[in-house]
T-cell receptor, first 114, second 116 residues
Framework: AQSVTQLDSQVPVFEEAPVELRCNYSSSVSVYLFWYVQYPNQGLQLLLKYLSGSTLVKSINGFEAEFNKSQTSFHLRKPSVHISDTAEYFCAVSVITGANNLFFGTGTRLTVIP | KAGVTQTPRYLIKTRGQQVTLSCSPI?????VSWYQQTPGQGLQFLFEYFSETQRNKGNFPGRFSGRQFSNSRSEMNVSTLELGDSALYLCASSLVGSASGANVLTFGAGSRLTVL
């Protein structure tokens, strides 16, 4: 079975400071990895994904995540956060043969402090 | 193009009633998945439909069911509602089904169900 652990339930950070949201996964088979963001009263929006190839993936709004197979991690980073980044972030995995069944972590609430 | 549309956005029911939620996927998307989001259990997979067939099912009781129509629209139904069914129900669509490799899911805004 697959599982995802997001080590921090809440992360407060000052505006323009760097942030890292941690994600570790467990799986006996190869997986795809995703980060989704959820703003209040909205659904989930895909932030970035790792399917194959380069282990460093980037989003258009400055976030990046690196797949580390040996540490089974997919941490999300941003060098300088904005107020608008305040949201809940979910890490998710899916097995390669069942890609539409996502296993989610419990989420990390990022609060950017002005 | 239009995103994933879920209706209704909010609804209130009482214990023992049943509820039907609707999801219209992105045009051209043939796979629809449903997830339940609660503060206690987080996001949990309910089921996936592709070409009107249920392809995958999560670990939920039989009170939770769904179906998909020929136009890919999907409905999920919860019968004999319990207080613990209060949740945000999210629908997601993708171009192809789960057996076809990596697919990016596009989520709707959700239907928030409150059971009193």
């Amino acid at each position: 079975a697959q599982s995802v652990t997001q080590l921090d339930s809440q992360v407060p950070v000052f505006e323009e400071a760097p942030v890292e949201l941690r994600c570790n996964y467990s799986s006996s088979v190869s997986v795809y990895l995703f980060w989704y963001v959820q703003y209040p009263n909205q659904g989930l929006q895909l932030l970035l994904k790792y399917l194959s190839g380069s282990t460093l993936v980037k989003s258009i709004n400055g976030f990046e995540a690196e797949f580390n197979k040996s540490q089974t991690s997919f941490h999300l980073r941003k060098p300088s956060v904005h107020i608008s980044d305040t949201a809940e972030y979910f890490c998710a995995v899916s097995v390669i043969t069942g890609a539409n069944n996502l296993f989610f972590g419990t989420g990390t609430r990022l609060t950017v402090i002005p | 193009k239009a995103g994933v549309t879920q209706t209704p956005r909010y609804l209130i029911k009482t214990r023992g009633q049943q509820v039907t939620l609707s999801c219209s996927p992105i045009s051209g998307h043939r796979s629809v998945s449903w997830y339940q989001q609660t503060p206690g259990q987080g996001l949990q997979f309910l089921f996936e439909y592709f070409s009107e067939t249920q392809r995958n099912k999560g670990n939920f009781p039989g009170r939770f069911s769904g179906r998909q129509f020929s136009n890919s629209r999907s409905e999920m139904n919860v019968s004999t509602l319990e207080l613990g069914d209060s949740a945000l129900y999210l629908c997601a669509s993708s171009l192809v089904g789960s057996a076809s490799g990596a697919n990016v899911l596009t989520f709707g805004a959700g239907s928030r169900l409150t059971v009193l």
